[in-house]
């Protein structure tokens, strides 16, 4: 019998072959729900009404498994370094020092040491701030020995030399520092800012952008100048050598490496860095109040009669509601509250103390 199909119409034969094709796959779904759920309400409408031609069964797809994301932690810069050390301090009644690790920094790089009197010279003192980059070695190198140095070639010093013996003797301590690190295959650098005090001479050295400052009634003034790549003198020195500057992440750098162009080790910008301090030689007066020693992590932020007139009240006429090692912690958390991410090293020594002491000797 032939069979006519009209647009868009079905013949009854091919109707009633898909009629029995959709019972046989109604059938099959809702025996395999049966036996796998037996109380599910879809497979049992679906059993009862399963004449219905237009009838469609969906299989009920399963949850995705649960995938544990671990909560979002804080970012916390103010945790422990690893290396166990976040702050250093020294107290005394003549001076005190404070050391504080930066808030990006994996570990503090600075250190500082200070030795009063040997036993040929009671009246011999000596004082550092090391402030360290490329890791701590190089600062806890220098603070263990460049004061023995320095110390050592000084007390070999004598009146009747000529002028700049006291430069002359802190260079050779400084470079001789400087070999012996260099020696040991240590990595890393570091800036220094030292201050000798042999009888009433004041004998204040720096190499790098540490800087010492003296207090003198009330005002304070800059007794070493910051040793930076740009500086047209330094400049000039390095590029007669042979080397260059170029101008990285906002810094004048050396090489394009270090932001300073003296100090101790870093012996992939040698001999562009140098190890020479230089040094300036005053003599300590009644009016000569105190020094601060201290790392650019301070200076960046602070001025230097900023930081002079938080320091004088501890130093001069204290009435002891703020401590020596008080000033130096205020000092420090000045400049953090203004920025810093830098490690603040500062040192206060009562310059008072040490002049009575010679002329009352």
Known sequence: MACT????????????????????????????????????????????????????????????????????????????????????????????????????????????????GVPRNPHLAFFGVYDGHGGAAAAEFAAENLGKHVMAEVGKTTEEEERGRFE???????LRTDDEFLKSQGEGGTCCVTAVISDDDLIVSNAGDCRAVICRNG?????????????????????SLGGFLSYCGGTMRLQGSVAVSRGIGDRHVKPWLTAEPETTVVKLRPDSEFLILASDGLWDNVSNQEAVDMARPSCVDSDGKVSLLGACKNLADLAVSRGSNDDVSVMIIKLRDFYCKVNNA
């Open 219 to 239: 005002e304070a003034q800059a007794l070493t100048s910051d040793h930076r790549p740009a500086r047209p003198d330094e400049r000039a020195r390095i590029e």
């Open 168 to 174: 002359n003797a802190v260079a050779t301590g400084y």
């Open 5 to 116: 199909v009209a647009a868009g119409g079905t013949s009854k034969a091919s109707f009633n072959s898909i009629m029995a094709q959709d019972l046989f796959m109604a059938e099959a779904i809702c025996s395999s729900a049966s036996s796998s759920s037996s109380s599910s309400p879809s497979s049992l409408n679906f059993c009862k009404n399963r004449g219905a031609s237009t009838a469609r069964v969906c299989p009920k797809r399963k949850r995705p498994l649960r995938i544990a994301i671990p909560a979002l932690q804080p970012l916390d810069l103010e945790q422990e370094s690893d290396a166990g050390v976040d702050a250093i301090e020294l107290e005394c009644q003549r001076f005190s020092a404070f050391c504080k690790r930066g808030r990006t920094r994996k570990e503090m790089e600075d250190r500082c040491k200070a030795s009063i």
